[in-house]
T-cell receptor, first 112, second 113 residues
């Protein structure tokens, strides 16, 4: 079983602060995805990173795939209450790309 | 366009009862999967399918069965419900198996008493 550990597990910050969420594994992945989940809903894709060292930006969110394709980070600049939610990373294995392994999740709360 | 539809949204079962969670997608996706979500554990893969007639086990398959007779439908069967199966279940589909987005249903919240 490939494990994806996310840290921190919980994060409560004020509007305007910056934060970084980490997703780490001992396994190599062919790609790494980040999802956000709202209460009562299924996860929704934010981004997919494929190449080691790749950096993608989505407005105030910056995603990076580690050089060795074992880890990833999500950085949010000037967090807003609308960023509140559960953030999940998911890795597609190199051997069997049909399986997505999800991380343990980071629950973010942004208050005014 | 409905996407991925799961039914029911909520269910309470007694220990030992059986039931089927339904999942249907209208996007002609080949790959479908079932996950369970428990606090602090993210999403864990139960079973998945890469096409009609083909299924395989994920991380936590015990106590669950699946079948894939059509591209659209991927039901999950609980054979004899146990309290440890209390969870939120999500069905997801993807257009193919390589680095593509997973589309999720809204989930089924199951409580086994």
């Amino acid at each position: 079983t490939q494990l994806l550990e996310q840290s921190p597990q919980f994060l409560s910050i004020q509007e305007g602060e910056n934060l970084t969420v980490y997703c780490n594994s001992s396994s190599v992945f062919s790609s790494l995805q980040w999802y956000r989940q709202e209460p009562g809903e299924g996860p929704v894709l934010l981004v997919t990173v494929v190449t080691g060292g790749e950096v993608k930006k989505l407005k105030r969110l910056t995603f990076q795939f580690g050089d060795a394709r074992k880890d990833s980070s999500l950085h949010i600049t000037a967090a807003q209450p609308g960023d509140t939610g559960l953030y999940l990373c998911a890795g597609a294995s190199t051997g069997t790309a049909s399986k997505l392994t999800f991380g343990t999740g980071t629950r973010l709360q942004v208050t005014l | 366009n409905a996407g991925v539809t799961q039914t029911p949204k909520f269910q309470v079962l007694k220990t030992g009862q059986s039931m089927t969670l339904q999942c249907a997608q209208d996007m002609n996706h080949e790959y479908m999967s079932w996950y369970r979500q428990d606090p602090g554990m993210g999403l864990r893969l139960i079973h998945y399918s890469v096409g009609a007639g083909i299924t395989d086990q994920g991380e936590v398959p015990n106590g669950y069965n699946v079948s894939r007779s059509t591209t659209e439908d991927f039901p999950l069967r609980l054979l004899s419900a146990a309290p440890s199966q209390t969870s939120v279940y999500f069905c997801a589909s993807r257009p193919d198996t390589w680095n593509t987005e997973a589309f999720f249903g809204q989930g089924t919240r199951l409580t086994v008493v």
